[in-house]
């Protein structure tokens, strides 16, 4: 395989992330549901049939190795560029030479592109034409979800393969082979790993391995040996190494709508520390308070509703906060309203009642109000019978009164139907009360017919 720009002295300088990469398939840690055996990426290699794909999963999860081995398996000549550098000059530089290796019958070319996702339209528009002719055989890395961030016709032309971050165990692999190798990895330097520092390495790394790995070089290297020579790496000496982890979090990417989805549906599963760890790891990783108090302030009427009103008035609350006092101190304001939320009482009647208005006007039903119901404002409006025949509350026991108070296509039609959590009981037994005699257009009983409510 010839691999541009790299070569065997330089390899050794560089970290030990890079010095560690693996150069065949027996020797990669991880995606085995893409390369175990049998399985399509590992029959299209063995097979020497290489599609054009997208390599999309998390960083360090081992994109960049596997077209690296994919292309030493299959002899294919390896160009890699970065979207964050590279311009389309670049690639018809490179898209040239592949046409000049083709017609001498010099193999294929794999144009590797990382963070593809980086590209623009045009960049990736000037690849399509020789994907599709098999110039070159385009694989592409990224974070994010392609969908998205690949222009239609170059995904059209490209096999997707997602890629899971590594689990603890391919983690400690990778990390013991790194501490036994002695031609790329630390095997020289004697390095001895304690029990709760390979723990807490691999906890915090979170399925990155270069993350992972480039930590335990710098904590070896800065770990004077005793007097056997021995360099012992303690949990204290890895917590000194990585200082502060960095979140993870791309609050203009898939991660944005994953967490917020998580902590929404932490609080609706009325569990309050999950709910505070999706928080925070948006908090922590940048996103904009003012979204997820938005998300709160729907969260409230939405899946809590009249099972508790006081959850809105806590959610705007928490707004209100979050822009009158700003952020860091706006943090706790939101992690009380997402606590109050998680543990209220649950409801979606709200959600529900408004869904089937919504669907009764979306099939016709916009009837005129009834004439009792409309102000005589004016004498022509009273000589018309606006207002006539309409009850007032308030000169009525109880300040009720029955009458119908909707247009004669949907008197009688239930739409909101109080459940049985919370203030909703008490608002059931309210509606039952005042509407005992009132009847559904199929005759069944009003409001309490088919609900939870005993």
């Given at each position: 395989m010839n691999i541009e720009g790299k070569s065997e002295e330089k390899i050794v300088q560089e970290p030990l992330a890079t010095r560690m990469r693996p150069t065949s398939l027996h020797t990669f840690v991880g995606q085995e549901h893409l390369i175990g055996k049998g399985r399509v990426l590992r029959k299209a290699i063995?097979?020497?049939?290489?599609?054009?794909?997208?390599?999309?999963?998390?960083?360090?999860?081992?994109?960049?190795?596997?077209?690296?081995?994919?292309?030493?398996?299959?002899?294919?000549?390896?160009?890699a560029v970065s979207a964050v550098s590279a311009t389309v000059a670049d690639l018809r530089r490179i898209i040239e030479q592949a046409k000049e290796r083709r017609n001498v019958k010099m193999g294929k070319t794999i144009l590797f592109i990382d963070e593809i996702h980086r590209f623009n339209k045009t960049q990736q528009d000037a690849a399509l034409p020789y994907v599709e002719d098999g110039t070159i055989i385009l694989i592409g890395a990224t974070t994010e979800n392609p969908s998205f961030e690949v222009t239609s016709p170059l995904l059209s032309r490209c096999r997707?393969?997602?890629?899971?971050?590594?689990?603890?165990?391919?983690?400690?692999?990778?990390?013991?082979?790194?501490?036994?190798?002695?031609?790329?990895?630390?095997?020289?330097?004697?390095?001895?790993?304690?029990?709760?520092?390979?723990?807490?390495?691999?906890?915090?790394?979170?399925?990155?391995?270069?993350?992972?790995?480039?930590?335990?070089?710098?904590?070896?290297?800065?770990?004077?040996?005793?007097?056997?020579?021995?360099?012992?790496?303690?949990?204290?000496?890895?917590?000194?190494?990585?200082?502060?982890?960095?979140?993870?979090?791309?609050?203009?990417?898939?991660?944005?709508?994953?967490?917020?989805?998580a902590l929404h549906k932490s609080m609706r599963g009325s569990d309050p520390d999950a709910a505070l760890y999706w928080l925070a790891m948006m908090l922590e990783g940048g996103e904009d308070p003012l979204f997820i108090a938005r998300r709160l302030v729907r969260f409230a009427s939405e899946d809590v509703g009249m099972a508790d009103p006081q959850a809105l008035v806590v959610a705007m609350a928490a707004q209100q906060a979050v822009h009158f006092i700003g952020m860091p101190e706006g943090n706790l304001a939101l992690a009380e309203a997402v606590v109050y939320l998680a543990t209220a009482p649950k409801s979606n009647s709200l959600y529900q009642a408004y869904s089937r208005v919504q669907e009764e006007i979306r099939r016709g039903s916009t009837e005129a109000v009834p004439l009792h119901l409309r102000n005589p404002v004016t004498p022509l409006m009273k000589g018309l019978g606006y207002g006539e025949g309409y009850k007032y509350a308030h000169d009525y026991p109880g300040h009720f009164v029955q009458q119908q108070h909707a247009p004669d296509s949907v008197a009688g039609k239930r739409f909101y139907v109080p459940g049985d959590q919370g203030y909703e009981r008490e608002i059931s037994a309210r509606l039952r009360a005042w509407w005992k005699d009132r009847k559904h257009n199929d005759g069944t009983e009003s409001p309490d017919k088919g609900s939870s409510q005993s």
């Open positions: 063995d097979s020497d049939r290489i599609p054009s794909m997208i390599l999309w999963g998390p960083p360090g999860c081992g994109k960049t190795t596997l077209a690296w081995i994919i292309a030493n398996v299959t002899g294919a000549h390896f160009s997707v393969l997602p890629m899971n971050s590594l689990s603890s165990a391919e983690m400690q692999v990778i990390i013991l082979r790194a501490l036994k190798d002695k031609l790329y990895g630390l095997g020289d330097l004697n390095v001895e790993l304690a029990h709760d520092a390979m723990n807490h390495l691999v906890a915090v790394s979170n399925g990155d391995a270069r993350v992972a790995l480039n930590t335990l070089e710098l904590a070896a290297l800065n770990t004077p040996p005793d007097s056997e020579g021995r360099r012992l790496v303690n949990l204290a000496t890895i917590e000194d190494a990585l200082q502060r982890r960095v979140v993870r979090y791309d609050r203009a990417g898939d991660q944005h709508y994953d967490l917020i989805s």
